[in-house]
Structure formats: structure tokens, C-alpha cells
């Protein structure tokens, strides 16, 4: 059996950023003009009226200041509400692989590894602007790598399950150098004109190479265990699929509100906080590690609220910033990428033997941990 070591991160972000002003203004510039062309139906009880948004709604419901993102144009525009992205031929890299290309070339370069070296490429994210083939083998190809590559998605957990999988196949023997990829294009998916939710994502992509430590020229953390587990519920779901098209009966095809993100965000709060502060606890007890000798939190990047809890409950007391470090106010839910983003961002500042802990969780209900020691 072989060790797995990280070695490298790397993080694209996208050049145009959203402020929770900017959209609080188009948000309620749509919320007018709807509001006006359906004032007979709100007048007689049969459509419900928009809600303005605000700023400080947002901060406070969030943690959220802004969001970075590929599209402004479209997502700020009232008449449109969605991101705009030009459409690319067969033969034109994916803009989920161009993303990826980025994060991954970042992560290389901090290992000192050439792509050629590497033989696992898993891209491991909540959507895929395609079937297939797999958005991975792409990348494999843009970067010449060798191996074999292929797609996950486990929604907002996928990079901790991609890191279990790659971790799993170089002990085994089956890869000996891999990249976990997270091109997160989350402005895709999200109902800008939904008040209760359109502040919420933003786009990203990250990127983890991973190697056997006999081999690793640079290793940053030692990856000691990880653990995996899933749930069903319906509290966030995404009904977007290929069948669509096969339903037709008594629906309307107009609607299409269920084919983005939707969630009961007050049942997810209460039914995903304690499960994954009880998956953190659990792991750290069957590895033999004390709350006090953990060192950092880097976590999924959806909510502060949720962030605080869990670390409350994990650490028996309200953490420093150090120790569970947010990117949220910058990034906003990067879906799968933000707990690595955090991860890549604020490594610094600990010792060798820290023991510290990435976990991601969404919707499934999935959660993800990895326990990494700093080499």
C-alpha cells in the first residue's frame, strides 16, 4: 500500500464579480417590472407579489459580500436574469475544461510536477454542461496527461469523494499521480429570480493534485484518512436530466423552475448541521484524534451559520478565524470547490504534524471529510 500525499492546489476565478448591491438592484429592478405586468392577478389573490430584496437580507440570511462569476452581463440584465455564454463548437475546448486547465496548470506548478506525469484525472463537480464524453477525459487531453480519467458528481461534497477515490486508487497501486478537478459553473444553475435564493452562488474551479510519497518532490499534507457518507433526501434537488423530455404529461413545459437549484433551506440547516458534525467527530475518534489537537477547519463554503455551528460543535467552543478560516464572503457557494479554495488559500501558518480536516457536504445528503496531517 501506498501513501497519498497532497502536493499542490490551484484555483481559477473568473474576472467579473457581482456585489450584493449590484444584484439587490437588478434583483428588484425584476421584481418591479414583474410585479407591475401581473398587478391584476396580485390584486385578486391569484399571483403572489415579488418581495424586494436587500443587502443586509442577504448578509445576514449569508455571510455573503459578493460573488465572483463568468457572465455578469446576463445574470444583472432584469429582462434576462441568467448568465450568457457564447456557444462553442465541437471542437473547441468546454469552458468547464478551460477552466479546469487553469486550476490544474496552478496545481502542477506548486508541485513541480509536468502533466505528463500524471495518469488519474477525476472532475469532480455538482453539474457537467454535458453527458458525455466525460468532461475529464477532455481535460486529460488539453493537459497531456496519460492514465485515465474519468466524471464524478456527489453535488456539493464531490471534491472530498474525488479525494477518497484518487487517495484509494494510488494506495492500491492503480494511479500513481492524480488530479481532482472542480470546475464549478454555479451561476448556471441558480433561479436569479428567486428572492429566497438568487444571491446564494458563485463560479469557481479547484484543482488537487495528489501523489504517492515516495515520488512527491514537494509534499504539503499527508492525507491519513477519509470518509465518505450519503443520505437521501429531496430538501436540495436539481430535476435537470435527460428524461426530461419523456415526461410531458399534465406538465407544463414552460416551467422550468425545478430544473435549477431548489432547497428548503430551513430543513436542511437542522438535518445537515448535526450529520456532518457528527461524521466529523466520528471520524476524528475512530483516527484517535482529540477536538483539541485538531488544528483547522477547512470547510464547505455554503453558509456561515452552518460553518459556525459545526465548528462549535466539533471544537466544544467557538473557533478563531485561523482555525476554520471562510472564503464565503468573497466567493459565495462555490458548491464542491469551497472547502478546497479555503483549503488553498489559508494553508498557512501551521506546523509539521498539525492535524487538520477538509469537509465538504450538500445535497444527497452527502458528506465528505478528509483528515490531512502537515508534512
Known sequence: MHQPVITGTGVFTPEQTITNAELVEAFNAYAEKFNAAHASEIAAGEVDAKDASSVE???????????????????LNPDIMHPVLRERSDDEPGVMAEMALDACTKALKEAGVDASEVDLVICAASNHERAYPA???????????????????????????????????????????????????????????????HFIFGDVCT?????????????????????????FSNNIRNNNG??????????????????????????VFKEVVPMVSAHILSHMNDEGIEPDNLKRMWLHQANKSMNDFVGRKVLGRTPEPEEQPNILQDYANTS??????????????????????ICSFGAGYSVGSVIVEKL
Open 57 to 75: 437580507f442577504i448578509f445576514k440570511a449569508s455571510g455573503i459580500e459578493q460573488r465572483y462569476v463568468l457572465d455578469k452581463k446576463g445574470i
Open 135 to 197: 468532461i475529464a477525459v477532455e481535460i486529460q487531453q488539453l493537459l497531456g496527461a496519460g492514465g485515465f480519467a474519468f466524471d464524478m458528481n456527489v453535488a456539493c461534497s464531490s471534491a472530498t469523494f474525488g479525494i477518497q477515490a484518487a487517495s484509494d486508487m494510488l494506495r492500491a497501486g492503480s494511479a500513481r499521480k492524480a488530479l481532482v478537478v472542480n470546475p464549478e459553473i454555479c451561476s448556471g444553475h441558480l433561479e436569479w429570480r428567486d428572492r429566497d435564493c
Open 207 to 231: 484543482a488537487t493534485l495528489i501523489e504517492r510519497d515516495d515520488e512527491a518532490k514537494s509534499p504539503l499534507f499527508k492525507i491519513r484518512s477519509t470518509r465518505c457518507a450519503t443520505e
Open 242 to 267: 435527460f428524461l426530461r423530455r419523456a415526461r410531458t404529461e399534465g406538465q407544463d413545459l414552460d416551467d422550468q423552475r425545478d430544473m435549477q437549484f431548489m432547497q428548503n433551506g430551513r430543513k
Open 336 to 357: 464542491s470547490a469551497g472547502s478546497i479554495i479555503a483549503f488553498s488559500k489559508h494553508s498557512d501558518g501551521l506546523s509539521k504534524g498539525d492535524i487538520c480536516v
